[in-house]
């Protein structure tokens, strides 16, 4: 059984930073890319970040290159997102997910079959 469980989610004022964590449990963590992905009230949910299962290499949304950052600890089978100068925008639910079969690397939201229960991420003007 897969469980991914997030934390670090809040409530910041903008240009401020938060650090989202996520902590799998199931799989071999370390042969699986892991993503992040956010929903805004009302929007469809998009992609955020990826990594590759090494960590070796990361990718991200155009919105997100230079403030965020995506990475991950085999070792504590956890992956992190640091969001920095965070904008009233980028409010949403923050997602982790881990990627449908090993050794593949993606950024497409359906190609990741199990998925963390979300955490808020709210910027405040």
């Known amino acids: 059984q897969v469980q991914l469980v997030e934390s670090g989610g809040g409530l910041v004022q903008a240009g401020g930073s938060l650090r989202l964590s996520c902590t799998a449990s199931?799989?071999?963590?370390?042969?699986?890319?892991m993503g992040w992905f956010r929903q805004a009230p009302g929007k469809e949910r998009e992609f955020v970040a990826a990594v590759i299962w090494s960590g070796g290499s990361t990718s991200y949304a155009d919105s997100m290159k230079g403030r965020f950052t995506i990475t991950r600890d085999n070792a504590k089978n956890t992956v992190y997102l640091e969001m920095n100068s965070l904008k009233p925008e980028d409010t949403a639910v923050y997602y982790c997910?881990?990627?449908?079969?090993?050794?593949?690397?993606?950024?497409?939201?359906?190609?990741?079959?199990?998925w963390g229960q979300g955490t808020q991420v709210t910027v405040s003007s």
């Open positions: 199931g799989r071999t963590f370390s042969t699986y890319a």
């Open positions: 997910a881990l990627a449908r079969r090993s050794y593949y690397y993606t950024q497409t939201q359906y190609e990741y079959d199990y």
